[in-house]
């Protein structure tokens, strides 16, 4: 070429080769090739922008005979060409800025290629032309990955495999297991969770201390703890074994156990539901019972106190010492000795008394049979009818 080729010739990534004839800067040429931010920003290229290409070229004579085509491509190393836009005509004669935009695709090292052609020629599989004057550049560039393109996707294995050692481990993983099953071997190091699991352990905690939170599901051990739980259990029902220790609480329990307590001392506390058993305990409680209603057995024992209310029913055997305070409500039967104190009552009895009276009674009677028998004084008054049987003096 008139004028010197240009240095590195032919200044692309595979087969295509540039011509030799023409003279520079008379006929076609591309001096300069630069890829930009299509917005003008000085980042740096990545992954998605939109980016501008522009050649610096040369046309030859009005630039109506002479055509350029851009293409890019995602991999420099083994590149497969894709055009951009269409293919352009120089806007004049003479040195010419033509450009075309496009996004960056995927990929670190990309590459983008200009061919200058004159007069039409179709392009090769090598994406490019070789006329005695044509001209094909290609830059290399580097672009930063974008991960919001790009990201990362879960594997569909574990990265490592599980560990086959029978031991546990020393530290809790910091995800739950995803198994449905408990695990056969407690761990060491009790899990961060606030929450209790749902399903028990084969076996129990390494731990002496009872746990701060009580298991969802009951253990499936036939035999009681040997220590109380800090937490009472949250079932409803009775456990079907007697705790060894006594509970924490102050606070009898709702329901009563099963199976009798071992202890051959009566409870502090009186339970808030009778006992199931139908025969009477061999020590009285220590605070009287609070069921409002009366045992069915008597207790083995009289207690110390009487009862503030009177039984509906009489006893079937006398009190020990009589009561210092009469009935409020007279008896069907008359006693068989005389009271103390006499009746306090404004009417007559219905029987005579078996014995005379020693006091004549302040009102006289008032009955229209006569007496049978005189009385020992006379009265005071006349009677009122006269007597059909004579008195004897």
């Known amino acids: 070429m008139s004028g010197g080729n240009e240095p590195n010739q032919p200044?692309?990534?595979?087969?295509?080769?540039?011509?030799?004839?023409?003279?520079?800067?008379?006929d076609e040429s591309i001096d300069k090739i630069v890829v930009s931010q299509a917005s003008g920003s000085l980042n740096d290229l990545t992954e998605?922008?939109?980016?501008?290409?522009?050649?610096?070229?040369?046309?030859?004579?009005?630039?109506?005979?002479?055509f350029i085509d851009f293409y890019y491509a995602s991999d420099a190393s083994n590149p497969e060409?894709?055009?951009?836009?269409?293919?352009?005509?120089?806007?004049?004669?003479?040195?010419?800025?033509?450009?075309?935009?496009?996004?960056?695709?995927?990929?670190s090292i990309q590459?983008?290629?200009?061919?200058?052609?004159?007069?039409?020629?179709?392009?090769?599989?090598?994406?490019?032309?070789?006329?005695?004057?044509?001209?094909?550049?290609?830059?290399?560039?580097?672009?930063?990955?974008?991960?919001?393109?790009?990201?990362s996707k879960p594997s569909s294995e574990p990265s490592l495999p599980p560990s086959m050692s029978s031991q546990p481990s020393f530290l809790p993983s910091s995800s739950p297991s995803m198994s449905s099953e408990p695990s056969f071997q407690p761990s060491l190091v009790p899990s961060e969770s606030s929450q209790p699991s749902f399903k028990p352990t084969f076996n129990p905690s390494a731990s002496g201390q009872p746990s701060s939170q009580p298991s969802l599901t009951p253990p499936e051990s036939s035999h009681p703890s040997s220590q109380p739980s800090l937490v009472p259990s949250q079932s409803s029902q009775p456990s079907s074994q007697p705790s060894l220790a006594p509970s924490e609480?102050?606070?009898?329990?709702?329901q009563p156990s099963l199976t009798p307590s071992e202890s051959s001392q009566p409870s502090p506390q009186p339970s808030l539901t009778p006992p199931e058993s139908s025969h009477p305990s061999s020590q009285p409680s220590l605070v009287p019972s609070q069921s409002s209603q009366p045992s069915s057995q008597p207790s083995s024992q009289p207690t110390s106190s009487p009862s503030?209310?009177?039984?509906?029913?009489?006893s079937s055997q006398p009190s020990w010492q009589p009561t210092s305070i009469p009935s409020f409500s007279p008896s069907s039967q008359p006693s068989s000795l005389p009271s103390s104190l006499p009746t306090i009552t404004s009417k007559p009895s219905f029987s005579p008394s078996s014995q005379t009276s020693s006091q004549p009674s302040s009102p006289p009677t008032i009955t229209s049979k006569p007496?049978?028998?005189?009385?020992?004084?006379?009265?005071?008054?006349?009677?009122?009818?006269?007597?059909s049987t004579p008195t004897f003096l």
């Open 11 to 26: 200044n692309n990534l595979n087969s295509c080769t540039d011509g030799n004839s023409g003279s520079y800067h008379y």
């Open 48 to 66: 998605g922008d939109v980016v501008t290409i522009s050649a610096t070229i040369w046309c030859w004579s009005t630039g109506t005979s002479d």
């Open 81 to 107: 060409w894709t055009q951009i836009g269409y293919r352009q005509t120089c806007p004049s004669g003479g040195q010419q800025t033509v450009s075309a935009t496009y996004t960056l695709p995927q990929g």
């Open 111 to 151: 590459a983008v290629r200009a061919n200058m052609m004159h007069e039409w020629k179709p392009p090769s599989a090598a994406s490019c032309t070789s006329g005695n004057i044509d001209d094909t550049d290609d830059l290399v560039i580097t672009v930063r990955p974008n991960p919001t393109i790009n990201p």
């Open 249 to 254: 609480s102050s606070q009898p329990s709702p």
């Open 308 to 314: 503030f209310s009177p039984s509906s029913q009489p």
């Open 371 to 387: 007496s049978f028998s005189p009385s020992s004084q006379p009265s005071s008054q006349p009677s009122w009818q006269p007597t």
